[in-house]
């Protein structure tokens, strides 16, 4: 059993900065792809970024050039860098942990972090 915790949420003005963090209770594996998707108020959730073990990641269009994923497996941790934030960017951001074994698929979420950003 995994468990994500989400940090580094906050408030903060149109084109200002913040860097999310998602710490694994257990081992990442670098077999183990790690994505962050968020949800605004009355929408569905949404990719926003993921990366593999190899450090192949894939983005959203809206946060290309924007936002940035990287993953520590020494540390258990993911980051999700996030400048020039736009107030469409509002939400809450989760992290995601998909591990495929011989036996099953494995997939976790974190309980998410509140990103707000005020125009």
């Known amino acids: 059993q995994v468990q994500l915790v989400e940090s580094g949420g906050g408030l903060v003005q149109a084109g200002g900065s913040l860097r999310l963090s998602c710490l694994a209770s257990?081992?990442?594996?670098?077999?183990?792809?790690m994505g962050w998707y968020r949800q605004a108020p009355g929408k569905q959730r949404e990719l926003v970024a993921t990366?593999?073990?190899?450090?192949?990641?894939n983005y959203v269009d809206s946060v290309k050039g924007r936002f940035t994923i990287s993953r520590d497996n020494a540390k258990n941790t993911v980051y999700l860098q996030m400048n020039g934030l736009k107030p469409e960017d509002t939400a809450v951001y989760f992290c995601?942990?998909?591990?495929?074994?011989?036996?099953?698929?494995?997939?976790?979420w974190g309980q998410g972090t509140q990103v707000t950003v005020s125009s």
């Open positions: 257990g081992s990442i594996y670098y077999t183990d792809n």
């Open positions: 995601n942990l998909d591990r495929w074994t011989v036996a099953r698929r494995y997939n976790y």
């Open positions: 990366i593999t073990g190899g450090g192949d990641s």
